[in-house]
């Protein structure tokens, strides 16, 4: 049985940070593409930032420079690390699993960050 498992959300001021982390089982990790999206009130889910295996990594242009995703292959885990967070910026984010050249996703159940003084 697959399970993601996201946490780390929560209320914080504008400027101020979060890290969220997602706990996969039941998939071969290595072999899977990882992600987080966002979806926010009254808007489409969209994709946030994605790491391979290999580490590479992909930003959608309104979080460079303030998020970082990073993966354990051991552990099993990615993590999303906030910075400078903005009120824009508050959505639910869901992890995400995509197998590598296989249209697979799967999906955590998501996580609340609100960002608001």
């Known amino acids: 049985q697959v399970q993601l498992v996201d946490s780390g959300g929560g209320l914080v001021q504008p400027g101020g940070s979060l890290r969220l982390s997602c706990a996969a089982s039941g998939i071969i990790f290595r072999d899977y593409t990882m992600g987080w999206y966002r979806q926010a009130p009254g808007r489409q889910r969209e994709l946030v930032a994605t790491i391979t295996r290999e580490d590479t990594t992909t930003y959608t242009d309104s979080v460079k420079g303030r998020f970082t995703i990073s993966r354990d292959n051991i552990k099993n885990t990615v993590s999303l690390q906030m910075s400078s967070l903005k009120p824009e910026d508050t959505a639910v984010y869901y992890c995400?699993?995509?197998?590598?050249?296989?249209?697979?996703?799967?999906w955590g159940q998501g996580t609340q960050v609100t960002v608001s003084s």
């Open positions: 995400n699993a995509k197998k590598r050249y296989y249209s697979i996703y799967y």
